[in-house]
């Protein structure tokens, strides 16, 4: 961690799940082509796992919402190289 100046290390609790993004795509999932079905074998479930997640990916402003719910946000700063302590 020390050696890449690049790399910004932000300490979360170790559960928190309304900190993760992910979970709000689990719940677009969820209440979207998961909810009230039965899958007839893995084939199945991967293939309706996909085609929600690539429904969630043609939409920018789901992810957006998924992450605004965090509170977070992905601002990037520009880095400098760190002073020798």
């Known amino acids: 961690m020390d050696e890449h100046d690049w790399l910004t290390i932000i300490q979360l609790p170790s559960y928190a799940p309304d900190l993760n993004p992910v979970e709000g795509v689990w719940s677009l999932l969820r209440r979207g082509p998961l909810a009230s ?3 007839s074998d893995d084939d199945h479930l991967e293939s309706i796992l996909r085609c929600g ?3 969630i990916q043609l939409r920018p402003n789901l992810i957006d919402g ?4 965090t509170g977070l946000n ?3 700063y520009p880095t400098t190289p760190r002073q020798a302590q």
């Open 37 to 39: 079905t039965t899958f």
């Open 53 to 55: 997640l690539r429904h």
């Open 66 to 69: 998924c992450l605004t719910e």
């Open 74 to 76: 992905l601002t990037h």
